[in-house]
């Protein structure tokens, strides 16, 4: 009964060369005024090795790190209608949304599903929280880099553009998985449960749309997307909350505009568009959420570089610091 233990973990979204893709798509997104040192061609190869990064750790068997590291790349929404919840009252807070759920199966008695090869059970994913969460990292590095650069050695300053390259290649690849749409649904290896519509319940139906069906075509069109791919723009604060951190509900509402669209890709599945003997419809509609990824990754880092604080922490230190060797 292999099938049992298929869990999201098992779909690994974008392959490499779609992730490389994404980043290169948000890297020509990025305005002159960016800071150039991301371009130049090493970090700029680093940054596409890095979108490769967090399924890097995903090959490996140890179930700690699975644990931790895979529930981060998904967000089955509809896993939450079994816990009763709304995608509006989840909190920003990552350990916050673990006890409203566990305070939900106490409130409705809920069953605990058993446990797949991760030891989750019945876990919609934390993808949202870490798209937000490595967003705030990035910050972060971009805030010690503005002080370096003012007040640091030119050891500091390389460190840090490392870190921020380090930063941007990690954020990326979850914003990548998230323009997958099974990504975000519990449909997400083939069509599970009543099927009306008769969707296809292959079990590979996950790695064809990762890259299969590309590799069976040639390919994505890398230069015409490159062409087109629009300037990154600041992402505007929409949080209500007044503890609101970060860019959670932006990001959250861009997973919620993927799962929109699950339907409509076994659809273009059942109608042939995504295979090779046809694939114009279907290489259309990939390739548009390749861009989609390419371009909301470009505006969170763009977005995250502009807003990022002065670390003021560190500014104070770098003070005091050259007042003792005066
Ligand atoms: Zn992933």
Redesign the pocket.
């Known amino acids: 009964m292999v099938a049992l233990f298929l869990g999201p973990a098992e779909g690994?979204?974008w392959d490499y060369l779609r992730h490389r893709f994404i980043n290169q798509l948000a890297l020509a997104s990025l305005p002159k005024d960016f800071p150039t040192f991301v371009r130049e061609a090493a970090n700029a190869e680093r940054i596409q090795f890095l979108g490769g990064e967090?399924?890097r750790w995903?090959n490996q068997r140890d179930r700690a790190l699975r644990h931790l590291n895979n529930p981060d790349?998904y967000f089955d929404v509809e896993y939450l209608e079994q816990y009763r919840l709304k995608t509006e009252q989840l909190g920003h807070f990552r350990y916050e949304f673990v006890e409203q759920m566990a305070a939900a199966r106490i409130k409705h008695k809920l069953p605990l599903p058993n446990e797949n090869a991760d030891r989750l059970k019945g876990h919609p994913g934390f993808l949202p929280w870490a798209i937000n969460e490595h967003y705030l990292k990035l910050v972060s590095a971009f805030s010690y880099l503005k002080v370096f650069e003012e007040m640091g050695t030119p050891e500091e300053i390389a460190n840090a553009r490392a870190n921020v390259v380090y930063r941007m290649g990690i954020l990326s690849?979850?914003v990548?998985?998230a323009a997958q749409p099974l990504?975000t649904t519990k449909h997400f290896n083939g069509w599970t449960g009543d099927n009306p519509k008769s969707y296809t319940t292959s079990r590979r139906f996950h790695s064809w749309i990762d890259g299969g069906f590309f590799n069976a075509i040639n390919g994505h069109d890398a230069k015409a997307l490159l062409a087109k791919v629009r300037a990154a723009k600041l992402v505007a604060t929409t949080e209500s909350t007044k503890d609101a951190s970060g860019r959670f509900q932006y990001i959250m509402k861009y997973i919620l505009g993927q799962n929109a669209l699950v339907e409509p890709l076994y659809q273009l599945d059942k109608d042939k568009h995504l295979s090779p003997d046809t694939p114009a419809k279907g290489k259309a509609f990939l390739e548009t959420q390749l861009t989609k990824g390419g371009e909301v990754l470009g505006d969170l880092w763009f977005t995250a570089w502009k807003e990022a604080p002065p670390d003021k922490f560190l500014q104070s230190y770098l003070a005091k610091r050259k007042l003792n060797k005066q």
């Open positions: 690994k979204a967090p399924d995903r790349h690849h979850f990548g998985d990504h």
